[in-house]
């Protein structure tokens, strides 16, 4: 099975300033079909279902604030909230669906500085 | 818009079975796979199982497989989670979610509880 790592576990950011979250894989999730990773990352408010932000690594989701941006290639990932806004406030968590089964990595929870 | 929601969660014993149901709205049900995913109380996501748009095809974690079902009836417009043998680390809010890959919506959960 893939494991998936983020880091840090927590992490508080001024209003305004850039936030980045790292996601590890054990090993690539290089989809060579498409040439794209197979990386979802996802934002949880408290009391709310997860909400999709980011696939294939990289492409936002319907109706995400362009602040948001994922990048990396291979193991390696990151989101970065480019301007911190104080609704964004919450856990976030990457998922690879490389294979089953599709692993999550154990959350991130951004607070404001 | 997207609808899913979730129901059949509750108490039940050690040993015991439920069976969780959601209802999608919003959407051409029968075009996309479907997902459970589960969430213990204040602790992460876990990805529990999905299923192809006719059925044909199920994938589940090593930790539910021969004891949870996937299932899904599309006439309805409804997704299952048959869930037996239940055991106490199986207590968690489940949700609902549409997609094979990327799961773009969430139903609100069910919480199941297995206690004695």
């Known amino acids: 099975d893939i494991v998936m790592t983020q880091s840090p576990d927590s992490l508080a950011v001024s209003l305004g300033e850039r936030a980045t979250i790292n996601c590890k894989s054990s090993?690539?999730?290089?989809?060579?079909?498409?040439?794209?990773?197979?990386l979802g990352w996802y934002q949880q408010k408290p009391g709310q279902p997860p909400k999709l932000l980011i696939y294939w690594a990289s492409t936002r989701g319907s109706g995400v604030p362009d602040r948001f941006s994922g990048s990396g290639s291979g193991t390696d990932f990151t989101l970065t909230i480019s301007s911190l806004q104080a609704e964004d406030v919450a856990v976030y968590y990457c998922q690879q669906y490389y294979s089953t089964p599709y692993s999550f990595g154990q959350g991130t929870k951004l607070e404001i500085k | 818009e997207v609808q899913l929601v979730e129901s059949g969660g509750g108490l039940v014993q050690p040993g015991g079975s439920l069976r969780l149901s959601c209802v999608a709205s919003g959407f051409t049900f029968s075009n996309y796979w479907m997902s459970w995913v589960r969430q213990a109380p204040g602790k992460g996501l876990e990805w529990v199982a999905n299923i192809k748009q006719d059925g044909s095809d199920k994938y589940y974690v090593d930790s539910v497989t021969g004891r949870f079902t996937i299932s899904r009836d599309n006439a309805k417009n409804s997704l299952y989670l048959q869930m037996n043998s239940l055991r106490a680390e199986d207590t968690t809010v489940y949700y609902c979610?549409?997609?094979?890959?990327?799961?773009?919506?969430w139903g609100q959960g069910t919480l199941v509880t297995v206690s004695s």
């Open positions: 979610t549409r997609g094979r890959w990327t799961l773009d919506y």
């Open positions: 090993q690539s999730i290089l989809y060579t079909s498409n040439n794209k990773n197979s």
